[in-house]
Nanobody, 121 residues
Framework: QLQASGGGLVQSGGSLRLSCAAS????????MGWFRQVPGKEREFVAY????????HYADSVQGRFTISRDNAKNTVYLQMNSLKPEDTAVYYC????????????????WGQGTQVTVSS
């Protein structure tokens, strides 16, 4: 199971840190990803981090503002979001993909329940 938390309401330019705690899986064998979705649109890739933590990748829209990291001792992945913009408003989901490096939502094996991020202008 994946449990996402840390969402909330923040003003434009502000910061939030999302967390996703994993249980029931061998965390160190899973790449972890963050996605986001707004009503009426497809789920959008945000970032992933390889199972070893050695490689990360970001969507162009968040590059330089968001940072994904993981703590394998705590079975947790984080998404530090800085310089937030109103267009970052969405439900954010964490996901796990076993030994895969992927941007496609369909490639991920497990999903968290989502956490709402709202950025006011």
């Amino acid at each position: 199971q994946l449990q996402a938390s840390g969402g909330g309401l923040v003003q434009s330019g502000g910061s939030l840190r999302l967390s996703c705690a994993a249980s029931g899986l061998t965390f160190t064998t899973y790449s972890m990803g963050w996605f986001r979705q707004v009503p009426g649109k497809e789920r959008e890739f945000v970032a992933y981090i390889m199972w070893s933590g050695g490689m990360t990748h970001y969507a162009d829209s968040v590059q330089g503002r968001f940072t994904i990291s993981r703590d394998n001792a705590k079975n947790t992945v984080y998404l530090q979001m800085n310089s937030l913009k109103p267009e970052d408003t969405a439900v954010y989901y964490c996901a796990a993909a076993k030994y895969k490096v992927e941007r496609r939502p369909g490639a991920f094996d497990y999903w968290g329940q989502g956490t709402q991020v709202t950025v006011s202008s």
